[in-house]
T-cell receptor
Framework: ETGVTQSPTHLIKTRGQQVTLRCSSQ?????VSWYQQALGQGPQFIFQ???????GRGNFPPRFSGLQFPNYSSELNVNALELDDSALYLC?????????????FGPGTRLTVL | AQRVTQPEKLLSVFKGAPVELKCNYS??????LFWYVQYSRQRLQLLLR??SRESIKGFTADLNKGETSFHLKKPFAQEEDSAMYYC??????????FGPGTRLSVLP
């Protein structure tokens, strides 16, 4: 059984650019959630995908968008990057459609926006 | 609005002492409550959830709806319990809210 993986590990971008982060779910999981964790804070829920459809969304602007693929891997896209987007981005996978199901987290992607 | 608060950023206790990590929440409904833990250089992982009523690694947490609290307790802290602890709530598919976290340091 493979765990949740994320790529890249680190990323540096400049303001206004676009970024794509990737997540591979744990084997057998059909749900993926994305979180933003700023330094010294808890993870903030961005959105969740279940069977390729968005299944819930936190308080993030539309420039944060996502995709889930038939193999249940996922992408997080952020357009028009701002300095405040600098954070650790976590993805978590789970089985079934409820946000309340046990989530398994990846190691995160550290994004720095200059 | 849904919110989770953890009043202590840092909690230090001696090995063998009881530990209580506080968590309060605001939510107009019946949320599901969790505790997640992150050990040094490891991923965030689920410690326990209130619906399972389990005791994991000696930790327990009771949901008190009257006080809107879900405090995490352990009667005898161990050095390996030193970690970052996050309380979180879910409203069954609409959102998932984490608290700011409490760093527990268990001193020898």
């Amino acid at each position: 059984e493979t765990g949740v993986t994320q790529s890249p590990t680190h990323l540096i971008k400049t303001r206004g650019q676009q970024v794509t982060l990737r997540c591979s779910s744990q084997s057998g999981h059909n749900t993926v959630s994305w979180y933003q964790q700023a330094l010294g804070q808890g993870p903030q829920f961005i959105f969740q995908y279940y069977r390729e459809e968005e299944n819930g969304r936190g308080n993030f602007p539309p420039r944060f968008s996502g995709l889930q693929f038939p193999n249940y891997s996922s992408e997080l896209n952020v357009n028009a990057l701002e300095l405040d987007d600098s954070a650790l981005y976590l993805c978590a996978s789970s089985l079934a459609g409820g946000v309340g199901d046990t989530q398994y987290f990846g190691p995160g992607t550290r994004l720095t926006v200059l | 609005a849904q919110r989770v608060t953890q009043p202590e950023k840092l909690l230090s206790v001696f090995k063998g002492a009881p530990v209580e990590l506080k968590c309060n929440y605001s939510y107009s409904g019946s949320p599901e409550l969790f505790w997640y833990v992150q050990y040094s250089r490891q991923r965030l992982q689920l410690l326990l959830r209130h619906i399972s009523r389990e005791s994991i690694k000696g930790f327990t947490a009771d949901l008190n709806k009257g006080e809107t609290s879900f405090h995490l307790k352990k009667p005898f802290a161990q050095e390996e319990d030193s970690a970052m602890y996050y309380c979180a709530l879910s409203n069954y598919g609409q959102n998932f809210v984490f608290g700011p976290g409490t760093r527990l340091s268990v001193l020898p």
